[in-house]
């Protein structure tokens, strides 16, 4: 894997020794679409823009999402605000 274009590793197949919970499941879910996402001809700034305007901005329509983070605190977004 080239430095220059980072992903994580998808989800591997059910029954390899780790313990499954649904909700790590559905986030390596995300990420390996997020990683899709990014494939291609894209530079570090294309990727960037693309989260910090393009994904925020859609977290941001979500009413849900936005209680949510008002219920909680900054540690338990585990530092991403």
């Known amino acids: 894997m080239p430095w220059g274009n980072p992903s994580l590793p998808p989800i591997i197949e059910a029954g390899s020794g780790q313990v499954r919970d649904k909700e790590k499941a559905r986030l390596n879910e995300?990420?390996?679409r997020v990683n899709e996402l990014f494939e291609g001809d894209?530079?570090?700034?294309d990727k960037l823009i693309y989260?910090?305007?393009?994904?925020?901005?859609?977290?941001?329509e979500n009413k849900v999402l936005i209680q949510q983070s008002r219920q909680n605190t900054r540690e338990q977004f585990g530092g991403f605000t």
Request: hydrophobic content about 55%; aromatic content about 0%; cysteine-free.
């Open 42 to 45: 894209m530079t570090d700034q």
């Open 51 to 60: 989260v910090n305007d393009v994904l925020v901005g859609k977290l941001l």
């Open 30 to 32: 995300i990420i390996s």
